[in-house]
């Protein structure tokens, strides 16, 4: 979701300020071309859905959608969207509606708990953490646009930081083409709080306010703290 890792060597402020702003190695139209997303959206839900019903229930979850060779295989790049819709997807057909969000919000914290461990530069996070929420919910927002394409796939991110911190995607892999009764981004919005707990306020929390599996234009994330 973020910018891959900078030497650590650079550890001059206004240098990893410019660390947060890295855009992707590639062009963000050449990266979305075949609408990929980061391996994370199916490596992450593979962790959480072990922890949760256990792995011989997560081989056939896997297998029904015909993704058991990326369970026994897991992608570190790019793969094609549909694969991620498909699996995010089937949850809510495998699992009851609470443990397809108990699985889906695992992921997305487990995700972050990946680009913090693996992609943000250890100096980068420590100068988040002193600067006043309020400006570092900018700059995290603002390195989050940079990346979208890693994780909103065809859809499109905006985001603005600030108290409170407003985030939408819109024909986001999630919710696109779905009906529901209910939010079904959690995976998103346990991502977006996990980063914004450790790298701006602890007491952050995140809600998905509208979502377009419900019938909304667009699905829209308030992040407060």
Not at 57 to 63: D, H, L, N, Q, V
Request: hydrophobic fraction near 45%; charged fraction near 25%; include cysteine.
């Amino acid at each position: 979701m973020l910018a891959k890792r900078l030497p650590e060597a650079e550890a001059k402020p206004e240098t990893l300020l410019e660390s947060l702003k890295t855009g992707p190695s590639c062009s963000p139209l050449a990266c979305r071309a075949g609408a990929q997303i980061g391996p994370n959206s199916l490596t992450q839900i593979a962790a959480a859905l072990e922890a949760f019903v256990g792995a011989e229930e997560t081989a056939r979850i896997f297998a029904e959608t015909d993704l058991t060779h990326r369970l026994v295989a897991p992608p570190e790049s790019l793969v094609p969207e549909r694969e991620a819709i498909r699996l995010h997807g089937h949850l809510r057909h495998a699992l009851d509606a609470r443990g397809a969000r108990v699985v889906a919000r695992d992921a997305g914290q487990r995700t972050a708990d990946y680009l913090l461990a693996h992609r943000i530069p250890k100096s980068a996070q420590l100068l988040l953490r002193l600067l006043p929420a309020r400006l570092a919910s900018h700059l995290l927002v603002d390195a989050i646009a940079r990346n979208a394409w890693t994780f909103a796939g065809g859809g499109r991110f905006s985001g603005r930081g600030g108290r409170p911190t407003l985030l939408s995607l819109v024909d986001g892999p999630l919710a696109r083409n779905v009906e529901a009764d209910h939010a079904v981004c959690d995976y998103y919005a346990a991502t977006f709080e996990r980063l914004f707990r450790k790298l701006v306020s602890p007491d952050a929390y995140c809600i998905e306010t509208t979502c377009q599996a419900c019938g909304a234009d667009v699905c829209r994330f308030e992040i407060r703290f």
